[in-house]
């Protein structure tokens, strides 16, 4: 439960048709397995203490008086279970019968949801034998005690206040208007759902469409139990398709027809984000539900769900070739826009051989295309100076041409040279100032080029750089259009990666791959025999450790030390802890640091939900300070 992590777990027992003495066994014993694996909300089906297919045997007393007394054995086997139980019976209330699930916690019932919406078509008949629950809850006497009754029960935990738990059964969720809204509206982060849900051709994928997007819709967990083998099989099948979502993603779901347990981790401090972020999730300003509170300590959440490495980029080959086939096109529709809006005759790039200049030149062939312009209008202009290298030069070149754009070389290194006199600087002195002369130099020179021709500075910095604040203030820092800067690094490689795979000429392929394979550096120092000296993820650190810092820290406002615990799992086999500690503070230093260069970028478009654009998504104070972060982040020491 620490970092906000709560583990939950959908069970399918198995199950007798009626045997309420077997059926609560097994259901005791999943409880144990589940407590084992430190399960801290345990989700049964509908109706799991009888079997949901018993029909019209609910009507005899014998079987209800048997389902009261296995409840309270199962209320008894939670006195030492650290976890809050759902499970499902009926129950005769005041001549009655409803369908509810029982709220258990340390020898407790907490509540008694009902089912609202009955379904009563197909091969379902509830309203024979049941009641729909009541509009709002009310207390009933159950085994001498005052217990809560009704629908859109909260239950919330003492020990982690966002921890708000709501249940719902089966057909609710199916209905044009789920009890799960008004809860989750006032508060509930946790939807549970115990469920009887049969099986036909086709249905799991609806299925699993609809509990996905019902905690996408309400912005929170969902934790779907549902019936399995052991129901009867009189006109129907039952699967035990469980499944575990968080805001529209599955994390984990049982393979039908095999009763089973299926964990995962819902990370409420993410939901929380989420909501805060959403502005048309209005919570409820006079809250009217009935909330309950129960006790779960808090520990060390052993987390079993993954977090990709790099989570800017699908793991689906091909979900991730549309990806880059769709990043490339909003660059590019971008792009051709704002050129038809100037009315610029031509689009200027300063093109080094490197990700993200070639990135910017596929960008600008591709706009050009869409507006059908002769991309010999396309103005590649390569500037060598003291750091550059027969390998970029040469590539720079290669692929301009490849490309059909025109080709310029302006040499700087003279031009920097009596910068350095004018200014009094030694040029065997190579500090900062020795290279971001060089990198203003060249801008002035793309802007007096783009000035010259009617033509449009076009930036290649990606937002990765622009989150370390990587980039010369007023050099490469500025451009008219910067088409790369909600692009991250990691991904310029595979958008780089998609067009060599995607080319034609099979020359300008193996230029392509010959870029990918370069190091990524500014080439603002002197080459070693030839080589390229200066290696930026040398300097400021691998950059598939900034995304990752960059991603979680923006997208979903993780505290830096969740961060941390969060990368330790993802890179155990890549870095070491203090490796990753270390780039951390300096991402989250540079971050802040570095802010007033992201004041004042110019317009690029967007293309992921992680942007820095200063108008959109990032109105951060260029003077805000980063000690609070850096604090939490000591804690990890």
């Known amino acids: ?48 203490i009888t079997g949901y297919t018993c029909g019209d045997l609910y009507l005899q007393d014998v079987l209800l008086n048997s389902a009261k007394q296995a409840l309270n054995r199962i209320v ?71 217990i809560p009754f009704g629908p859109q029960i909260l239950f919330q935990a003492t020990t982690m206040e966002n921890l708000i738990v709501s249940v719902e059964i089966c057909e609710d969720v199916w209905s044009p208007i789920p009890p799960s809204i008004k809860a989750a509206l006032e508060g509930a982060t946790v939807i549970v759902n115990c469920s009887a849900s049969d099986e036909i051709a086709g249905k799991d994928s609806y299925r699993r469409t609809l509990i996905s997007g019902q905690s996408a819709r309400l912005i929170s967990g969902y934790v779907y139990a549902n019936a399995g083998d052991g129901e009867s099989t009189t006109d129907v099948v039952f699967g035990g398709h469980n499944i575990i979502a968080e805001n529209g993603v599955v994390l984990k779901e049982t393979k039908r027809y095999k009763n089973d347990i299926v964990y995962s981790e819902i990370d409420i401090e ?67 826009k704002r050129l038809a809006h100037t009315h610029a005759k031509t689009a200027v790039v300063g093109i080094s051989g490197g990700l993200d200049s070639t990135l910017a030149l596929l960008v600008i062939a591709r706009a050009f295309d869409l507006l059908g312009k002769d991309k010999k209008e396309i103005y590649a202009v390569t500037m060598p100076c003291f750091g550059t290298t027969d390998r970029t030069y040469r590539n720079a070149c290669e692929m301009s041409k490849k490309l059909g754009a025109t080709l310029m070389e302006v040499p700087i290194a003279e031009a920097v040279s009596v910068h350095f006199r004018d200014i009094g600087h030694d040029p065997e002195n190579h500090d900062v100032t020795y290279e971001n002369a060089q990198a203003r130099e060249r801008t002035q020179v793309l802007m007096d080029i783009a000035n010259a021709n009617g033509g449009m500075v076009i930036g290649t910095g990606d937002m990765s750089e622009l989150a370390l604040g990587w980039a010369t203030y007023n050099g ?78 923006l997208r979903f406002g993780y505290a830096p030390s969740k961060i941390f615990k969060l990368a330790e799992r993802a890179f155990a086999d890549r870095y070491d802890s203090v490796t990753i500690l270390k780039w951390l503070e300096t991402f989250c230093r540079r971050f802040f640091a570095q802010q007033f260069k992201r004041s004042c970028l ?36």
């Open 1 to 48: 439960m620490k970092q906000g992590f709560v583990k939950v777990a959908a069970v399918t027992p198995d199950i007798r048709v009626a045997d309420v003495d077997y059926n609560t066994e097994k259901i005791c014993a999943a409880i144990d397995e589940a407590a084992l694996e430190h399960a801290k909300i345990v989700v049964f089906p509908e109706l799991c």
């Open 76 to 146: 008894k086997h939670t006195r030492d279970k650290d976890m809050l139980v759902f499970v499902g019976l009926p129950l005769d209330v005041e001549g009655k019968l409803y369908n509810v699930a029982a709220a258990l916690n340390r020898g407790e019932i907490l509540g008694l949801t009902t089912k609202t919406f009955l379904p009563n078509y197909g091969e379902f008949y509830e309203m024979r034998q049941f009641t729909p629950g009541p509009d709002v809850s009310r207390d009933i006497l159950f085994e001498g005690s005052q």
């Open 270 to 336: 993410r939901i929380m984000g989420e909501r805060r972020r959403n502005t048309t999730f209005r919570m409820e300003c006079r809250p009217t539900l009935r909330r309950v509170p129960f006790y779960i300590e808090m520990e060390e959440t052993e987390l079993t769900r993954m977090f990709p490495k790099n989570p800017f980029i699908p793991a689906n080959e091909k979900i991730r070739e549309k990806r880059c086939e769709e990043v490339l096109t909003i660059q590019a529709m971008g792009l051709k």
């Open 476 to 553: 490469d820092h500025m451009s008219m259009y910067g088409i790369n800067s909600s692009v991250p690094k990691t991904f310029v490689r595979y958008l780089v990666k998609h067009s060599a795979d995607t080319a034609k000429d099979q020359e300008l392929k193996r230029i392509l791959y010959d870029v990918l394979d370069t190091p990524v550096s500014p080439e603002l120092l002197p080459p070693k025999e030839g080589h390229i000296a200066q290696k930026t993820e040398n300097l400021v650190g691998p950059y598939e450790l900034h995304d990752f810092y960059l991603y979680y820290f």
């Open 602 to 637: 110019p317009d690029g478009p967007k293309v992921g939900t992680v942007a820095l654009s200063p108008r959109g998504d990032l109105r951060m104070p260029s003077d805000a300070c980063a000690a609070t972060w850096l604090k939490d982040l000591e804690s990890v020491r």
